[in-house]
């Protein structure tokens, strides 16, 4: 590889960091509006901790997806986002059950069918990223 | 594959925008439905008579939220010393948007019930445990449920219940007795009080029935006589006394 053609390989990764980090920033403003938004009126505080974790691993994923552009391991990371998305919606939620207990009162949210239709949906986003990555393959030229 | 690629898109957006809309809507409608006071209760009418207790909650549900509401009952648990004394379940009707719906919460324990589960509540004032869990349904999806426990102080109906002043008379073959207690009940008591003679080997020597209608928190006393076979009597034996039916003293008597 000429050394021409390594700095313009540098620049290109360079420029797509610069753009997942764009990317990871704008979705990180949002996640911390939510925070805010959560915080200041302290709804259910005790599931806080399990919005960070979920704020922290879409990040990690809009990065990495962004970062790996044009790779196949950009359509490997849709899919781990909607796996990760399924497992933790169920476990954190408590399988679509959340209770909230205040001295003498106790309150419980329970949204089963919305959580069906989330799981739903993060099963129609493995379904498109097998088939970008199926897509991605076939068109990637042979060595 | 290109173009189901990019259906699959749109449908995954689309369904994103809906999952995310739809708990942001049903905030709002549930805000707008509390602000309104749309949800009322009235002042329980309490009452015991021929040994039933009954309690009754009249309440309305004025649907002002842009969704249905349903799955709507409540739930309501009286206990002592984590002992439940009587469970009272209700379902109410659907409402849809813009409907309002009356209807009221009704609990009822026989006395026969109560003292089965716990004979103290008759005879002594304690704080009972309520437990009372109201739940609905929003747009049919998501589900709210409220349990709320509280302190009742419970005055006894019978409270400081006694037999006193037990005497025969050989002449007239009168048993005689007095029967005291003080109502400390929100409610009034009324129904029949019957008392009933034993011997001391458990002969059934006889009985007296009196109608009562105590008012609330008024003391009460009554004088019982019973003719009784000379033959049958004993120095000392066994009384028993009833409420609608239902055995709410067991004493033994001795004559003096």
Same mark, same amino acid.
């Given at each position: ?7 313009? +390989? ?47 691993? +879409? ?11 044009? +790779? ?10 909607? =796996? =990760? ?7 954190? +939620? ?50 | ?24 809507? $049903? ?60 469970? #009272? ?48 349904? $929003? ?12 302190? $009742? ?38 129904? #029949? ?18 109608? $009562? ?44």
């Amino acid at each position: 590889m000429s050394e021409i053609e390594e700095e313009k +390989t540098f620049r290109k990764l360079i420029k797509r960091i610069a753009k997942a980090t764009l990317a990871t920033a704008i979705v990180g403003a949002f996640w911390l509006f939510l925070w805010i938004l959560l915080s200041v009126f302290a709804v259910f505080p005790e599931y806080l901790t399990f919005f960070a974790i979920l704020a922290w691993a +879409t990040l990690f994923f809009t990065f990495a997806i962004r970062v790996s552009e044009d +790779t196949i391991y950009k359509y490997c990371f849709i899919i781990a986002r909607a =796996f =990760f998305l399924i497992i933790y919606l169920a476990y954190a +939620t408590n399988c679509g059950i959340l209770t909230l207990n205040f001295m003498d009162f106790q309150l419980t949210v329970e949204f089963v069918p919305l959580l069906a239709l989330m799981i739903a949906i993060n099963l129609l986003a493995i379904a498109r990223g097998l088939l970008q990555a199926i897509e991605f393959v076939s068109q990637s030229p042979k060595d | 594959m290109r173009q189901t690629i990019r259906a699959l898109g749109w449908i995954i957006a689309i369904l994103w925008i809906c999952t995310l809309l739809l708990p942001i809507t $049903v905030a709002f409608s549930l805000i707008k439905l509390f602000e309104s006071k749309a949800v009322g209760v009235q002042e329980p009418t309490v009452s015991f008579s021929n040994g039933n207790f009954s309690m009754s909650a009249p309440f309305h549900i004025n649907n002002t939220g842009f969704y249905d509401l349903s799955d709507i009952g409540i739930s309501i648990q009286i206990g002592r010393k984590n002992k439940t004394i009587s469970t #009272s379940s209700r379902l109410l009707p659907n409402v849809p948007a813009g409907t309002m719906v009356n209807s009221s919460c009704d609990i009822s324990v026989s006395l026969e019930e109560m003292v089965s589960k716990d004979r103290e509540l008759l005879i002594n004032d304690t704080d009972l445990n309520v437990s009372v869990s109201p739940r609905f349904r $929003v747009a049919y999806i998501i589900a709210f449920g409220f349990s709320m426990s509280f302190a $009742v102080q419970w005055g006894a109906p019978f409270y400081n219940l006694t037999i006193s002043d037990v005497a025969y008379d050989n002449v007239s073959q009168k048993f005689s007795m007095w029967v005291s207690f003080d109502n400390h009940a929100v409610y009034p008591v009324n129904g #029949s009080l019957l008392v009933m003679l034993y011997n001391d080997i458990g002969e059934h020597i006889g009985s007296a029935t009196q109608d $009562v209608n105590v008012p609330s928190e008024t003391p009460f006393q009554t004088f019982f006589e019973l003719t009784i076979d000379r033959l049958k009597m004993t120095r000392n034996g066994v009384v028993r006394l009833y409420f609608g039916g239902t055995q709410i003293l067991e004493k033994e008597w001795e004559l003096s």
